[in-house]
């Protein structure tokens, strides 16, 4: 009797320890995790109104960053506005979340174009723009393609340019790359997830 209770006891004790060093499960976001990337590690611009920007001025919030144009015709204004519903629903949350709009047609997009822009989405945007030297290396270090595409209408060009987002975590990590058919909602829990520490 002893032999079969001291097994007994073996075996519970067994068990509890494996239970006791088994890792969490990572926590699984809605959009890509890139945790760990080499990349999306500095952006040295000029914000709308005309301050110099790091992405250390962002400290203990959630940063999104987004690359577009103001005379997008279609992605960057809906990537925008569901940005803008993402800030309404996050409620209170929304004062540790900064959204950047960084320009890739320095050319046409003044700090007074990016400022009339970007407000209109959200007075809390800032729109960040540099020379094209300084549009190319913050667009190489977040490897963002864009191009400039001539055309016959009124605007004379387009940039073709990529469509998705990058979201820094509160240390300042670059950590999630949202799609841009990502629904409001899954953006919302992300950054809620990354505002917890997740």
Do not use: N
């Amino acid at each position: 009797m002893r032999g079969i209770l001291l097994r007994r006891t073996i075996f519970l004790a067994l068990i509890f320890c494996l239970l006791g060093c088994s890792e969490r499960a990572p926590f699984a976001f809605y959009s890509t995790d890139i945790s760990g990337a080499d990349f999306g590690r500095s952006l040295a611009l000029t914000d709308h109104h005309g301050k110099a920007r790091t992405l250390a001025d962002f400290g203990g919030k959630a940063v999104v960053v987004f690359f577009g144009y103001t005379s997008c015709p279609d992605i960057c204004p809906t990537a925008l506005s569901k940005f803008a519903g993402v800030m309404k629903q996050l409620g209170a949350d929304a004062a540790r979340v900064q959204v950047l709009f960084v320009t890739i047609d320095p050319a046409r997009d003044t700090p007074a174009q990016l400022a009339t822009y970007v407000s209109w989405f959200d007075p809390s945007f800032l729109g960040l723009y540099g020379d094209a030297a300084a549009t190319a290396a913050a667009a190489r270090e977040f490897k963002v393609y864009y191009a400039k595409k001539e055309t016959g209408g009124r605007l004379g060009y387009v940039m073709d340019h990529s469509a998705g987002a990058y979201i820094i975590d509160p240390a300042g990590r670059l950590r999630l790359y949202v799609k841009d058919d990502a629904p409001a909602e899954a953006i919302v829990a992300d950054v809620q997830a990354l505002l917890a520490g997740k």
